[in-house]
């Protein structure tokens, strides 16, 4: 496995791989990589020839008192993983190399009306940041297809529109999120939990599930799931940003008749701002 840290570089290293029929995939992440990370590395694998994992802890979609200066960074880690995974081209820049001008001058990415709700109302910004540096990787390393996780739902809601939008041509690929024996998604910032959050973690997603239940069940009464949701996660000690029941495709509340839907919810739990959601197809008729 070939590492860069130069736009330069790294552009040279993909040159004889642009030769007609190979085909290059980019995973990007922030690093502090788990097997939720190496599976989207797996599925990545299946689509090209050559795939690029990007690790760039990207200070521009960060908020204010967020963890941008604590989070883990583990390249050294990262890399020998990655390199056991089969990964071609590790490209691992510094903020000098992705904002050269700074971040604050960096010309932004915005995909309106879905970058403002659930995780975009309570991280205004968030997806400003996000957008512009899968934009930024995109060009970098023009790649054939691109892989990202379920598990951050709206993020890649986000990045389909701007691609459709951008008429970016890169195929974006979604992956399954991967999770723990007792059903708590794989996140690196489950390591800010300590032993009893974490034994508590997992009550997202059985609740989750219990609403996925109730809906199949027959029941459409919203927002009444919602606020029995968000108390049971309130009586287990969560603190929750939001749980809401939204059209898959879209984002957009459910109407009558809708079948796909997802619901979704963040939550901070000790020292760990959680997210998870589930998708569930009704039966309508």
């Not at 690196?188 to 034994?199: E, F, G």
Request: include cysteine; charged fraction near 20%.
């Amino acid at each position: 496995m070939q590492t860069h840290s130069t736009i330069t570089a790294l552009r040279s290293a993909l040159a004889p791989w642009r030769e007609p029929g190979k085909r290059i995939a980019l995973v990007p992440t922030m690093g502090n990589l788990h097997d939720g990370h190496l599976a989207l590395v797996d599925r990545a694998a299946h689509h090209a020839d050559c795939v690029v994992v990007s690790i760039f802890v990207n200070p521009i979609q960060f908020g204010p008192g967020e963890d941008f200066l604590s989070y883990p960074r583990t390249l050294e880690e990262d890399s020998l993983k990655l390199a056991e995974a089969g990964v071609c081209l590790l490209f691992a820049p510094p903020v000098e190399e992705m904002y050269p001008a700074g971040a604050t001058c960096q010309t932004q990415v915005e995909v309106p009306g879905l970058s403002d709700i659930l995780c975009g109302a309570s991280r205004p910004g968030h997806f400003r940041g996000v957008a512009t540096v899968v934009s930024k990787l995109f060009n970098i390393v023009q790649p054939h297809t691109a892989v990202f996780g379920e598990k951050d739902y709206q993020q890649l809601m986000v990045i389909r529109r701007m691609v459709a939008d951008l008429c970016v041509p890169v195929e974006i690929v979604g992956a399954p999120t991967t999770r723990e024996p007792d059903g708590l998604a794989m996140s690196s910032r489950n390591r800010y939990l300590d032993a009893d959050a974490r034994a508590r973690a997992p009550t997202l997603y059985r609740t989750l599930g219990e609403v996925a239940e109730r809906l199949r069940s027959g029941r459409r009464d919203y927002a009444a799931l919602e606020s029995e949701a968000l108390r049971t996660l309130e009586a287990t000690g969560f603190r929750p940003d939001y749980l809401s029941i939204r059209r898959s495709a879209d984002l957009e509340p459910p109407i009558g008749g809708d079948e796909a839907l997802v619901i979704l919810a963040a939550a901070h739990l000790g020292g760990a701002r959680l997210i998870d959601n589930l998708q569930v197809t009704l039966q309508t008729a």
